[in-house]
């Protein structure tokens, strides 16, 4: 029989219920076994500290991760977790300034389809040790396609975004070559960065210069708008370079949903968000 979960706050409910819509992958990646561990066995295996708080008359456990931070009680004759405090874990980032230097634009930009920040800095990884073309970075970054244009189409999810970023060059010497890739010095500083941790910081630095993420961010923790579906899909529609339809938008609406959930918690920027039916986390 597993345990269920219960909530101080409606906060707190529904960062923990709303997966979809609060978590980036990387929150996603070390916070969901926490919770089924804790569903599961109401305990963990280690990590937790175990102390007391005003007011609470059971143990007190917290556990901080990279990416978050629990605050909870057990009661194993009741079978019942219940969370104190939850918290996305964030970095000195000054957002505010990144927007106060965004101007009108009517150029196009390209919409990402992956939402994964890890990807991207592996693919900037892979570019600076070795020259790599669109089928080469393909390949490497686990493209399973056969022909070499499909191989390709992979290593393009990757570059065409990084160069948006201006992160990347994109070279081409000849019409017959393939093009090659060449990092930019913002690129390189990712690159030759010494930790994850500072790789991570100036990736989300390069996210808060990107024009169709500044318009989310200002209208959502600036204007207090919700960041809906319909408001990615309308920023979609004013700022895509090649007006894409059918699976295509819904997929990169929701790769740019996850990246500002993940650039929002690096930052601490207070992003207004609509909630969707709560995962299996929820009671």
């Not at 992979?154 to 948006?164: D, I, Q, T």
Request: glycine fraction near 6%.
């Amino acid at each position: 029989m597993s345990y269920k979960f219960e909530y101080a706050t409606e906060s707190i409910k529904q960062f923990l219920s709303n997966q979809n819509t609060f978590w980036d992958v990387e929150l996603e990646h070390e916070l969901q076994p926490v919770l089924q561990r804790l569903r599961d066995f109401g305990e963990l295996e280690a990590g937790a500290n175990v102390g007391f708080m005003p007011g609470i008359t059971e143990l007190v456990y917290e556990l901080q991760g990279k990416t978050f931070k629990l605050v909870y009680t057990v009661s194993a004759e009741l079978q019942i977790v219940k969370f104190y405090e939850c918290y996305a874990m964030s970095h000195s980032i000054d957002w505010q300034i990144a927007l106060d230097a965004m101007s009108d634009s009517s150029e196009e930009y390209y919409i990402p389809q992956i939402g994964d920040h890890r990807k991207f800095l592996k693919a900037i990884d892979l570019i600076s040790q070795s020259e790599m073309n669109p089928c080469s970075l393909g390949s490497a970054m686990g493209s399973r396609a056969k022909k070499v244009k499909d191989i390709s189409r992979r290593g393009y999810y990757y570059s065409s975004f990084l160069e948006a970023l201006g992160l990347l060059e994109i070279l081409k010497i000849d019409s017959k070559a393939p093009c090659t890739y060449k990092l930019t010095a913002k690129g390189e500083l990712i690159a030759k960065a010494p930790n994850t941790d500072t790789k991570e910081r100036l990736f989300a630095e390069a996210l808060l210069g990107f024009f169709p993420l500044q318009l989310l961010i200002d209208a959502t923790a600036r204007d207090q708008k919700e960041l809906t579906s319909e408001l990615i899909g309308e920023v979609i529609r004013q700022t895509s370079k090649d007006g894409c339809g059918g699976t295509t938008n819904p997929r990169r609406a929701g790769s740019l949903r996850s990246l500002i959930n993940w650039v929002s918690r690096m930052a601490g920027i207070p992003i207004y968000h609509q909630l969707y039916i709560p995962n299996i986390y929820a009671d």
